[in-house]
């Protein structure tokens, strides 16, 4: 049957993420110890053992000067040997209907490869994100960066307000709450990755992530003419041959370079399509995939 989490099933949940994905403990850990609350989670249970759950996440979804209730659809798994027997399609029909019903306007999901977009279109699910990805060698990176100015702390309020800012233009992006922002950067942390701010007031930010000799920046945002700023703090706090940015495709910094391609889906759940937002490169992001 399917229903909403208790707070006595963090266990539990805590085993079907490892199981499922493989991650070390401390990884559902961090979720279910600081961003958990059972209206936000959906098992399916079987008898007393629970079967599969998924995680809507509280968001929002940027149309125009307004913002639209939304969640965003995570770690959504199934023990493996009660798979194929359509209980995650449950747990995605009745999530329609519980966000519907608490004024989610849309839900959206980063599926982990192909297959998973052809399984989340089943259920209504389209692609909409777009994410725009390029190389930029060390050297490009010196040749652009000003002084590093010392490590900044981050003040996670005044960067994801440079984060919608920064987004404001593109409409159908999707935004997190201070919360949720920081959430998203500590479950990052947790997978190893790291936060790296160009200075204390909150002009630029980078997520990254160290993968062989390059690093990999998996947001970066920046206020105008702050990127010199953030690449200092890059090139002393990530040293690598090469910089891989994931960026929006209409705002960022090396506007018009690099491949653009689909990043997330969206599916409309309360009265409103996709095409009523007018969508301009729209961006998920922070998505903690």
Same mark, same amino acid.
């Given at each position: 049957m399917v229903e909403f989490a208790k707070?006595?099933?963090?266990?539990?949940?805590? &085993?079907?993420?490892?199981?499922?994905?493989? &991650?070390? +403990?401390?990884?559902?850990?961090?979720?279910?110890?600081?961003?958990?609350?059972?209206?936000?989670?959906? /098992?399916? +249970? /079987?008898?007393?053992?629970? !079967?599969?759950?998924?995680?809507?996440?509280? !968001?929002s979804v940027l149309a125009g000067r307004e913002d639209l209730q939304a969640?965003?659809?995570?770690?959504?798994?199934?023990?493996?040997?009660?798979?194929?027997?359509?209980?995650?399609?449950?747990?995605?029909?009745?999530?329609?209907?519980?966000?519907? &019903?608490?004024?989610? +306007?849309?839900?959206? /999901?980063?599926?982990? &490869?192909?297959?998973?977009y052809r399984f989340y279109e089943k259920f209504g699910y389209r692609p909409f994100f777009e994410a725009r990805t390029l190389a930029v060698a060390a050297g490009r990176m010196r040749a652009a960066a000003a002084p590093v100015r010392g490590r900044a702390l981050a003040d996670f309020r005044r960067l994801n307000t440079l984060r919608g800012a920064c987004l404001a233009q593109c409409a159908g992006s999707v935004l997190w709450s201070d919360r949720m922002f920081r959430f998203a950067a500590g479950l990052s942390a947790v997978y190893g990755d790291r936060l790296i701010c160009a200075d204390s007031g909150g002009s !630029?930010?980078?997520?990254? +992530?160290?993968?062989?000799?390059?690093?990999?920046?998996?947001?970066?945002? *920046? !206020?105008?003419?702050?990127?010199?700023?953030? *690449?200092?703090?890059?090139?002393?706090?990530?040293?690598?041959?090469?910089?891989?940015?994931r960026l929006p495709a209409q705002a960022g910094p090396f506007?018009?370079?690099?491949?653009?391609?689909?990043?997330?889906?969206?599916?409309?759940?309360?009265g409103t399509l996709p095409e009523d937002l007018t969508p301009r490169g729209p961006y998920l992001g922070m998505a903690m995939d």
């Open positions: 707070w006595g099933m963090r266990r539990r949940l805590a &085993d079907l993420w490892q199981v499922s994905f493989g &991650d070390p +403990r401390r990884c559902p850990l961090f979720l279910l110890n600081n961003s958990f609350f059972p209206r936000n989670c959906l /098992v399916y +249970r /079987v008898g007393d053992e629970i !079967a599969a759950a998924v995680y809507l996440l509280p !968001a969640h965003y659809v995570y770690a959504a798994a199934t023990l493996p040997r009660f798979r194929s027997r359509g209980y995650m399609s449950s747990l995605l029909a009745y999530a329609a209907i519980a966000g519907a &019903d608490r004024g989610d +306007r849309f839900s959206a /999901v980063l599926p982990a &490869d192909e297959g998973l !630029a930010y980078a997520l990254c +992530r160290r993968e062989g000799n390059a690093c990999t920046v998996l947001e970066a945002m *920046a !206020a105008e003419k702050s990127f010199p700023l953030l *690449a200092g703090a890059l090139l002393e706090q990530m040293p690598a041959e090469e910089y891989r940015f506007a018009g370079e690099g491949e653009t391609r689909p990043f997330g889906m969206i599916r409309p759940i309360g």
